[in-house]
């Protein structure tokens, strides 16, 4: 947003630079003392009894030996004022043309030099403007960054009234200020259009996008701070597990192999939420979070007619590889879970998986677990994923269904990336397996 501010306020400045540096629009009836108060950073940059206002003319020394050294089309035999005959010195001695001819620049830099001063006096001053205006409306320590994609799938699914080809986009921008260093207020922004290809009665789609029927939201305001050697979060539509720690490094498509297949408990989710993590000892690491997921309704917050959340984590991370264990209590089911990764210095591959079990809280309702595996190398430029695992979690005793993707993510460059992917998810006996391929383009900034 910095960034984004400083390129706004030049190109508001540009149109006035511009006239300056060509010398078009500019007479010397324009230059008066209140223009020098306005523009200039010190009263005595430029005397105006020095300032000449008179025309050069073909014929004049000055006017010959500028037109000796630029091809303005200036010169073409009218006269000009001294100001924009100083003007286009400026120009010429900043290209550093014709400055073989040393002996001319500085006669005419000596004849020219109120002229010059003048110029020089109105830039600073337009900076001095331009650096008032950065430093009293966006804080310096305000950082945006952003990314958009688009996204072309094809889905032939179970269900007929599924398959289809779909087009979606997404939109985030994420605002960063700090206000001791230490602290971060967080204000993330986002829009999309029809997330999750082929999803329908299947229940199958992609780990990707959001949908906000193309209205630009406020999605996330969360704000995190040091109490202590805690870590703290608290915000809106936040993730009770925003500080813990995850070592699932898979990069998946199909949603539900997300967080290795464990994304019920080392990903608490939640509305209006509490999170705090802390290292105790060198690569362990303890998270804690509670949320009152229906924060935004009339139920309100922490009440019995709410939905809240509870959870815990434990993680261990070395250089290679990590573990995470997480707990989560979300009223309707408790969740136990454990992901993991490992690089191994041999060779430029990363292994992850997650296992978890779903125990409801309704004793009429039957045990569920599910998990996932993946493997992510380099190849070529880019990096191939592979991932299997089931498709959601499974009633303990009923049949497996399972889900596969296959992705290669492609760097065009710095903040560009091309995503094709194919997938296949499994669904009951005696139905079709719905499959899918598609890419999407990432941009971040």
């Given at each position: 947003m910095l960034r984004?501010?400083?390129?706004?306020?030049?190109?508001?400045?540009?149109?006035?630079?511009?006239?300056?540096?060509?010398?078009?629009?500019?007479?010397?009836?324009?230059?008066?003392?209140?223009?020098?108060?306005?523009?200039?950073?010190?009263?005595?940059?430029v005397s105006l009894n020095d300032f000449k206002s008179d025309t050069l003319f073909p014929g004049d020394w000055a006017y010959d030996s500028l037109k000796d050294l630029t091809n303005s089309p200036k010169f073409n035999g009218n006269s000009v004022s001294r100001l924009e005959a100083a003007a286009e010195l400026n120009n010429l001695?900043?290209?550093?043309?014709?400055?073989?001819?040393?002996?001319?620049i500085n006669r005419l830099s000596d004849e020219l030099g109120s002229e010059l001063a003048i110029i020089k006096g109105r830039v600073d001053g337009l900076e001095a403007r331009v650096n008032k205006i950065e430093a009293g409306s966006f804080s310096e320590t305000t950082t945006m960054s952003g990314s958009v994609g688009f996204l072309i799938g094809a889905t032939d699914s179970a269900t007929p009234a599924n398959d289809k080809v779909m087009m979606e986009y997404f939109?985030?921008?994420?605002?960063?200020?700090?206000?001791?260093?230490?602290?971060?207020?967080?204000?993330?922004?986002?829009?999309?259009?029809?997330?999750?290809?082929?999803?329908?009665?299947?229940?199958?789609?992609l780990d990707w996008g959001s949908d906000n029927g193309?209205?630009?939201?406020?999605?996330?305001?969360?704000?995190t701070f040091p109490l202590g050697k805690w870590k703290v979060a608290v915000g809106d539509s936040m993730d009770a597990s925003k500080?813990?720690?995850?070592?699932?490094?898979?990069?998946?498509?199909?949603?539900?192999?997300?967080?290795?297949g464990a994304a019920n408990?080392?990903?608490?989710?939640?509305?209006?939420?509490f999170s705090t993590s802390r290292e105790f000892a060198e690569g362990w690491e303890v998270g804690l979070g509670v949320s009152a997921n229906d924060g935004e309704t009339s139920k309100g917050i922490f009440t019995e007619e709410g939905a809240d959340y509870y959870g815990v984590a434990l993680g261990y991370e070395a250089d290679n590889y990590g573990i995470t264990?997480?707990?989560?209590?979300?009223?309707?089911?408790?969740?136990?879970?454990l992901t993991a990764f490992y690089s191994p210095e041999s060779m430029p591959v990363t292994l992850s998986g997650g296992f978890e079990l779903t125990n409801p809280e309704d004793s009429g309702d039957?045990?569920?677990?599910?998990?996932?595996?993946?493997?992510?190398?380099?190849?070529?430029?880019?990096?191939?994923?592979?991932?299997?695992?089931?498709?959601?979690?499974?009633?303990?005793?009923?049949?497996?269904?399972y889900a596969y993707d296959l992705s290669y993510e492609y760097p065009i460059n710095d903040g560009m990336s091309i995503t094709p992917f194919v997938y296949i998810a499994e669904t009951v006996s005696g139905t079709d397996d719905t499959t899918g391929a598609g890419a999407f383009v990432s941009f971040s900034f």
């Amino acid at each position: 947003m910095l960034r984004f501010m400083k390129l706004f306020q030049k190109l508001i400045a540009a149109p006035a630079l511009i006239s300056l540096a060509s010398g078009f629009a500019i007479n010397a009836a324009e230059i008066n003392s209140t223009d020098l108060s306005d523009y200039s950073n010190s009263n005595n940059l430029v005397s105006l009894n020095d300032f000449k206002s008179d025309t050069l003319f073909p014929g004049d020394w000055a006017y010959d030996s500028l037109k000796d050294l630029t091809n303005s089309p200036k010169f073409n035999g009218n006269s000009v004022s001294r100001l924009e005959a100083a003007a286009e010195l400026n120009n010429l001695i900043a290209g550093g043309e014709g400055l073989m001819n040393g002996a001319a620049i500085n006669r005419l830099s000596d004849e020219l030099g109120s002229e010059l001063a003048i110029i020089k006096g109105r830039v600073d001053g337009l900076e001095a403007r331009v650096n008032k205006i950065e430093a009293g409306s966006f804080s310096e320590t305000t950082t945006m960054s952003g990314s958009v994609g688009f996204l072309i799938g094809a889905t032939d699914s179970a269900t007929p009234a599924n398959d289809k080809v779909m087009m979606e986009y997404f939109y985030e921008v994420d605002l960063n200020t700090s206000f001791t260093g230490e602290d971060k207020l967080n204000i993330e922004i986002e829009t999309g259009n029809h997330p999750g290809v082929g999803v329908g009665e299947d229940k199958v789609g992609l780990d990707w996008g959001s949908d906000n029927g193309d209205f630009l939201k406020v999605s996330d305001v969360n704000y995190t701070f040091p109490l202590g050697k805690w870590k703290v979060a608290v915000g809106d539509s936040m993730d009770a597990s925003k500080t813990w720690p995850n070592a699932c490094s898979m990069n998946n498509m199909v949603d539900n192999l997300g967080d290795c297949g464990a994304a019920n408990s080392v990903d608490l989710s939640g509305d209006v939420s509490f999170s705090t993590s802390r290292e105790f000892a060198e690569g362990w690491e303890v998270g804690l979070g509670v949320s009152a997921n229906d924060g935004e309704t009339s139920k309100g917050i922490f009440t019995e007619e709410g939905a809240d959340y509870y959870g815990v984590a434990l993680g261990y991370e070395a250089d290679n590889y990590g573990i995470t264990v997480a707990y989560s209590d979300k009223e309707s089911a408790t969740y136990t879970g454990l992901t993991a990764f490992y690089s191994p210095e041999s060779m430029p591959v990363t292994l992850s998986g997650g296992f978890e079990l779903t125990n409801p809280e309704d004793s009429g309702d039957k045990d569920k677990s599910q998990w996932a595996l993946g493997v992510s190398t380099e190849l070529g430029e880019g990096t191939l994923s592979l991932n299997a695992g089931t498709n959601g979690a499974i009633v303990d005793d009923a049949e497996e269904i399972y889900a596969y993707d296959l992705s290669y993510e492609y760097p065009i460059n710095d903040g560009m990336s091309i995503t094709p992917f194919v997938y296949i998810a499994e669904t009951v006996s005696g139905t079709d397996d719905t499959t899918g391929a598609g890419a999407f383009v990432s941009f971040s900034f």
